[in-house]
Structure formats: C-alpha cells, structure tokens
Antibody, heavy 120, light 113 residues
Framework: QVQLQQWGAGLLNPSETLSLTCAVH?????????YSWIRQPPGKGPEWIGE???????NYNPSLQSRVTISVDTSNNQFSLKLTSVTAADTAVYYC?????????????WGQGTLVTVSS | DIVMTQSPDSLAVSLGERATITCKSS????????????LAWYQQKPGQPPKLLIY???TRESGVPDRFTGSGSGTDFTLTIGSLQAEDVAVYYC?????????FGQGTKLEIK
C-alpha cells in the first residue's frame, strides 16, 4: 500500500523559505506519473503548486514559478518543495500527492498535510 | 490558466435523494489525441486531504461506490450522487488536469436537508 509522509517547518517569518519533504513508502518512484505539491488556504479550495516526474522534469504554477522549486531524490524515495520569500498569503495546508499510472496528472495518494503559518 | 467554475456553491439534499454538481471549464479539456476528457472529481471531508472519486470525467476510482457518476465532455461536466448517504457530506471539487497549472474549481459543499 502506497503511503506518503510529509514533514517540514510549520511556522515561518515573512521573507523566509518554506521547505517541505515528502517520502513515498510502499513502492519505488514510478516512471510514468507525477508527484505533486498542492496547497489549501484555510477555508478555501486547493491550489496546484507544481509537479515533478521520476526524471526530474517539472511543471510549476505560473503564479508561483519565480519562488518555487520542486526536486526529487529517487535514492531516498523523496521529493521536496521550496518556496522562497513567503508572506502571509502563503499560509495554507500543504499536501504532497502522487498520480496514478492510468492518469499521471491526477492526485490519487496524498500526504497527511502540513499547516504552514507565515506570521511575524 | 483554465478557470473551473462549479455550481452551486452549496447544496442540501435529503437522504436517499439525488445530488447533482456541475463544473464548467473556461476552455475545452477534451484531447482528440486520445479521445479523453482531462477532468477529475474529488471529495474532501473536514481535516482530511481530498479523495479522488472520478478521473477521465467518468471513470470511477477503485473502491468508490457506484452511486457516484461522472459525465460530460469538452467544457461541461456533472457529478451525480445517485442516492445520498450520510457519509457523502463533504466538499466536492472538480479539477482539470490537461494543462498546467492543473486548476481546481472553488468547491461545492454538500449537506443533508
């Protein structure tokens, strides 16, 4: 059974860098699907941040592209999110997710979520 | 970016009755290359991540009850819950996954009348 476990700092000051990591348990990194980061501000709908595949090819949300980096560490079965220069608008629950083989880009398995609060 | 618009924003339905949620995309998410609509539906309960219900607009994910049905093509899609159960109370989101950024609708909150 595939499980995603994520971790990272939950409280940041404005201008700091958000850093989260997601470990994939139960399988090795798959070639033909995407691993994604999605965030959800309190009381709002999900916002897609970006995705990476096994070979490191990425797609990012243009609204965040100048500040976001998603990377993969296949040797440790992990992928990571970095978001620089955070502000209060970046306060949200952040989720990692894994696609499915029949539809690479959907989000079948999800991490437990990390509430990241940006406040001085 | 493709804008996904759901209606209604909230919905109250009696147990055993049908619930219908619509989702409209600002441009077509149908790809003639593989004859597929890149549209998914998710269910989210409080304190949980979203759960994938439907992909390719009408393919039910494994383990999802058959009372959940997805339909539509191009820019107009529908999620129907055939006979509402108490455990179906949740927020439902559509998502287009054909083009990055893979945008979500604003959500429809489903409650029991």
């Amino acid at each position: 059974q595939v499980q995603l476990q994520q971790w990272g700092a939950g409280l940041l000051n404005p201008s700091e860098t958000l850093s989260l990591t997601c470990a994939v348990h139960g399988e090795s990194f798959q070639n033909n699907l995407y691993y994604s980061w999605i965030r959800q501000p309190p009381g709002k709908g999900p916002e897609w941040i970006g995705e990476i595949n096994h070979s490191g090819s990425t797609n990012y949300n243009p609204s965040l592209q100048s500040r976001v980096t998603i990377s993969v560490d296949t040797s440790n079965n992990q992928f990571s999110l970095k978001l620089t220069s955070v502000t209060a608008a970046d306060t949200a629950v952040y989720y990692c997710a894994r696609g499915k083989l029949q539809a690479w880009e959907v989000h079948l398995y999800w991490g437990q979520g990390t509430l990241v609060t940006v406040s001085s | 970016d493709i804008v996904m618009t759901q209606s209604p924003d909230s919905l109250a339905v009696s147990l055993g009755e049908r619930a219908t949620i619509t989702c409209k995309s600002s441009q077509s998410v149908f790809f003639s290359s593989n004859n597929k609509n890149y549209l998914a539906w998710y269910q989210q309960k409080p304190g949980q991540p979203p759960k994938l219900l439907i992909y390719w607009a009408s393919t039910r994910e494994s383990g999802v009850p058959d009372r959940f049905t997805g339909s539509g093509s191009g820019t107009d899609f529908t999620l129907t819950i055939g006979s509402l159960q108490a455990e179906d109370v949740a927020v439902y989101y559509c998502q287009q996954y054909g083009y990055p950024p893979r945008t979500f609708g604003q959500g429809t909150k489903l409650e029991i009348k």
